[in-house]
């Protein structure tokens, strides 16, 4: 078992920058794919950015250049930072965790964490 903890969101300009936190307890393994998703309410869950076990990652059209995902595996914390914020970037912002072997990733994300809002006004 692997629980997911969020910590970081908040509010802040259009333009700003946050970066969000996902510290990892239980049974963690540096092979896990970690993951970011975010959900509008009466909106489908989007997925934000991907980092795979070998630290190839994968990001959204909409966040790209702008959000950077990393990982600290020494603190089983996994980061999602977050520069020139748009108001479209407003959401519940959730960490995720799926097996995964080097690049790799299973497509169901297996652990959640409880969310954190991100709010970006103009």
């Known amino acids: 078992q692997v629980q997911l903890l969020e910590s970081g969101g908040g509010s802040v300009q259009a333009g700003g920058s946050l970066r969000l936190s996902c510290a990892a307890s239980g049974y963690t393994s540096s092979m896990y794919c970690m993951d970011w998703f975010r959900q509008v309410p009466e909106k489908e869950r989007e997925g934000v950015a991907s980092i795979a076990g070998d630290g190839t990652t994968t990001y959204a059209d909409s966040v790209k250049g702008r959000f950077t995902i990393s990982r600290d595996t020494a603190k089983n914390t996994l980061y999602l930072q977050m520069n020139s914020l748009k108001p479209e970037d407003t959401a519940m912002y959730y960490c995720?965790?799926?097996?995964?072997?080097?690049?790799?990733?299973?497509?169901?994300?297996?652990?959640w964490g409880q969310g954190t809002q991100v709010t970006v006004s103009s």
């Open positions: 995720a965790a799926r097996p995964g072997w080097g690049s790799s990733c299973v497509p169901k994300p297996r652990y």
